[in-house]
């Protein structure tokens, strides 16, 4: 069975960081692409940022390039997302999501989410 | 960037009607597209990819049609565990969702 459990989430001032991070099991890790998505609570969904499977190419919304990086350990079968200068606006549950495949890279899997709330 | 606009934004319903969504694109997508339902306090789950197949598990109720800038998907008939809310996405150009359409009991 696939799980993907995201962890990190917390309050935090605006300007600090944060790293979220993802658990993966019941799949073959190091074979596929994987997201980040938020959702503002009571809102839409908002794509983030995505990682090849050996991490060769990664990409990032423009709402957060330049200040979230991406990364994957494929040993310890886990998904990173760095937050750095955060703004209130950033606030949001934040997914991990497993692409179904390179050809079809739609999100097939997802995780539950872990809250991030950007306040003073 | 290739914005998705859904409509309408809220839909009320009784159990048993044809339910159905549009996602139009800004530009064309193909068939690049797949939707989501998704329950207050849960994670999106996927019903339809590649604009028409159906996810694996997903009743046969849902249906998706459409190609290059104009997509629906179609509820045949109503179930009360359809009450939710419904995201289209595209993933031809990065990934973008929909506003999302809100399912409720009429």
């Known amino acids: 069975e696939v799980q993907l459990v995201e962890s990190g989430g917390d309050l935090v001032q605006p300007g600090r960081s944060l790293r979220l991070s993802c658990a993966a099991s019941g799949f073959s890790f190091n074979d596929y692409a994987m997201h980040w998505v938020r959702q503002i609570p009571g809102k839409g969904l908002e794509w983030v940022s995505g990682i090849s499977r050996n991490s060769g190419s990664i990409t990032y919304a423009d709402s957060v390039k330049g200040r979230f990086t991406m990364s994957r350990d494929n040993a310890k079968n886990s998904l990173y997302l760095q937050m750095n200068r955060l703004r209130a606006e950033d606030t949001a549950l934040y997914y991990c999501a497993k692409e179904y495949d390179s050809s079809i890279p739609y999100f097939e899997y997802w995780g539950q989410g872990t809250l991030v709330t950007v306040s003073s | 960037d290739i914005q998705l606009t859904q409509s309408p934004s809220t839909l009320s319903a009784s159990v048993g009607d044809r339910v159905t969504i549009t996602c139009r694109a800004s530009q064309s997508i193909s068939y690049w597209l797949a939707w989501y339902q998704q329950k207050p306090g849960k994670a999106p789950k996927p019903l339809i990819y590649?604009?028409?197949s159906l996810e694996s598990g997903v009743p046969s109720r849902f249906s998706g049609s459409g190609s290059g800038t104009e997509f629906t998907l179609t509820i045949s008939s109503l179930q009360p565990d359809d009450f939710a809310t419904y995201y289209c996405q595209q993933f031809k150009s990065y990934w973008t969702f929909g506003q999302g359409t809100k399912v409720e009991m009429k």
């Open positions: 590649k604009a028409s």
